[in-house]
């Protein structure tokens, strides 16, 4: 069950192929993604498509969900060295990876070297004759590697059995009605957000799109300085209740944060169905759905969910600010 959904996480993440650049940090989607042999792009790379292909050089790491990731040029970074994270149903790694690479997917093929320590989840993993592993490797598969494909690697080998998912049920299903209720709470919340902001909402989905830097720099801002305040306000007596409110409320801000991201996803997917004037509950509703499944992603769901939240807090205060001031005549 739980590849089941990492599977499916990754082609949602290929099939929506939202894109944002962020500083050095780039997000490609589409159907493919491609850096082509003989060319190089600097920064880190978010990529989600049916297709990854590194042939060219990355100078920086390489964060990716799909259905096939397949790299044959170098990969490398600067602080994370080209630490790789990959999920996918396929995962061919031909070049040579300077750094870390951490990889799950159906099949892992590695032909390639690897400069850092390996961490592998797939059904099956492969280390043709040509691969090398400097560091350790540490991996689930449903069968171990032989003795000379784990003489290919130069540090330590751990390996753990994936265990058949009806051996697992009891904990799988809990995570799964836990995952579930995370998403009914959150999809109730935004449907009531959207009766009762008519206005506000609107205007944070319209920020996400024409302030996106903004309302990002607006969100990282206040996820740092809302709780710093808090704190210094608890430090005296008499604002200690000003401070447990102002913390609350600040709780309940992080919560809703996520709800104009969902919005401005469900509208974008809506329009893409060519469904754009459709109620704006079915946005609300689909875009939460994608959001969850988003955040289960192996690896770099904590990201999505980080970055959703910082962008969603931005949206929120360039939507209110919006509703306070008067409208144009």
């Known amino acids: 069950m739980k590849r089941t959904v990492m599977r499916s996480a990754a082609l949602l993440v290929a099939f929506f192929g939202l894109s944002v650049v962020v500083a050095a940090q780039q997000f490609g989607g589409g159907a493919t993604v491609r850096i082509p042999e003989g060319k190089t792009r600097q920064g880190d790379l978010y990529a989600g498509a049916e297709l990854i292909e590194i042939a060219g050089r990355l100078e920086g ?58 961490v592998i989840r797939a059904d099956r993993l492969t280390l ?16 171990a590697l032989t ?23 009891g904990s799988s299903a809990g995570s799964i009605l836990f995952w579930g209720w995370q998403m009914g709470a959150a999809l109730l919340a935004g449907l009531i ?8 909402m609107p205007r944070a989905v319209t920020a996400i799109a024409d302030n996106t830097t903004a309302g990002a720099l607006l969100g990282f801002a206040a996820f740092l300085m809302v ?9 005296t007596v ?22 104009p991201i969902a919005a401005w996803a469900g509208e974008q997917l ?20 994608v959001l969850y499944v988003l955040f289960a992603l192996p690896y770099v769901g904590w990201l ?25 005549a």
Do not use: H
């Open 227 to 235: 709780p710093a305040g808090a704190i210094i306000i608890m430090i």
């Open 147 to 169: 003795a000379e494909e784990q003489a290919r690697v130069g540090g330590a080998v751990n390996f753990d059995e994936i265990v058949d998912d009806e051996e697992e049920d």
């Open 238 to 259: 008499i604002g200690v209740p000003v401070g447990v409110l102002s913390s609350l409320l600040f709780l309940v801000a992080l919560y809703v944060a996520k709800l």
């Open 193 to 200: 957000a959207v009766a009762l902001f008519r206005r506000v």
């Open 128 to 143: 043709s004759p040509s691969a090398q592993i400097i560091g350790q490797l540490d991996y689930e598969s449903r069968t």
């Open 270 to 289: 809506l329009a893409r169905a060519g469904m754009a004037e459709d109620s704006p509950y079915l946005a609300m509703a689909l875009g939460v759905v």
């Open 304 to 328: 999505i969910w980080l970055g959703a939240t910082w962008l969603g807090l931005g949206a929120m205060v360039l939507g209110v600010r919006g509703n306070w001031q008067p409208e144009e």
């Open 61 to 118: 790491d390489l964060i990716a969900g799909g259905q096939r990731i397949q790299v044959t040029g170098p990969v490398t970074g600067d602080i994370f060295a080209g630490r790789l994270l990959a999920a996918c149903a396929t995962v061919q790694l031909d070049g040579d990876i300077e750094g870390d690479a951490r990889t799950g997917g159906g099949e892992v093929i590695i032909t390639g070297t690897i400069g850092g320590d390996a």
